[in-house]
């Protein structure tokens, strides 16, 4: 198991940029796949991007291809989603996961953080 701790979102402008992290602790985190996901008011969560545990292969929701980058750095066990071209469709807390499977499933992710506020005004 692990512990997750997102920070880096607040109100921004569209077409600003942010910069989520994900800390995790507690567990081997180069072993987890990693994902981000987000929920809007009155909807479904959503998949937003995931990495595999080594880094070398990620995958994104349709919503936000070309303008979202993950990362990760499994010496900081750090998960980063860069945001560009914010829109404020992009309003939504967001959500990082673990899980041992690199999977745009919300449930293959075993472990959740609490998220962070992202709010996009135009």
């Known amino acids: 198991q692990v512990q997750l701790v997102e920070s880096g979102g607040g109100l921004v402008q569209a077409g600003a940029s942010l910069r989520l992290s994900c800390a995790a602790s507690?567990?081997?985190?180069?072993?987890?796949?990693m994902g981000w996901f987000r929920q809007a008011p009155g909807k479904e969560r959503e998949f937003v991007a995931a990495?595999?545990?080594?880094?070398?292969?990620?995958m994104y929701g349709d919503s936000v291809k070309g303008r979202f980058t993950i990362s990760r750095d499994n010496v900081a066990n750090t998960v980063y989603l860069h945001m560009n071209n914010l829109k404020p469709e992009d309003t939504a807390i967001y959500y990082c996961?673990?899980?041992?499977?690199?999977?745009?499933?919300?449930?293959?992710?075993?472990?959740w953080g609490l998220g962070t506020q992202v709010t996009v005004s135009s």
């Open positions: 996961a673990a899980g041992p499977t690199f999977s745009v499933n919300s449930k293959t992710y075993s472990d």
């Open positions: 990495i595999r545990s080594s880094g070398l292969a990620s």
């Open positions: 507690g567990g081997t985190f180069s072993r987890y796949a």
